[in-house]
């Protein structure tokens, strides 16, 4: 083989190389959209009512909030 053949049969290779990714990754993309399109459509809850609700919030007792400025205050009392 001739150089400029061995060089025209690695462009080759490589242009197959470069395509088979693409396709692979086109693929992939398509996948995931469906997918996401598919569990989208049975999803028993909208996203709009997940968005809308406020966040829980949890009840602390006066006894711990003490506690943790108790810590606190060691804590800085210690690094000084």
């Known amino acids: 083989m001739t150089p400029s053949e061995l060089l025209l049969e ?10 088979s990714v693409f396709v692979f990754l086109v693929l992939l993309i398509a ?3 469906l997918m996401s399109f ?3 459509r049975f999803d028993s ?3 709009a009512q997940l968005a809308s609700s406020e966040p829980a ?4 007792d006066a006894d711990l909030i ?3 400025q108790t ?5 800085r009392a210690r690094r000084g």
């Open 10 to 19: 690695g462009v080759e290779l490589m242009l197959f190389g470069l395509g």
């Open 31 to 33: 996948c995931i959209r």
């Open 38 to 40: 598919v569990i989208g």
């Open 45 to 47: 809850v909208p996203t």
């Open 57 to 60: 919030v949890a009840e602390v």
């Open 66 to 68: 003490t506690a943790i």
């Open 71 to 75: 810590a606190i205050h060691q804590h």
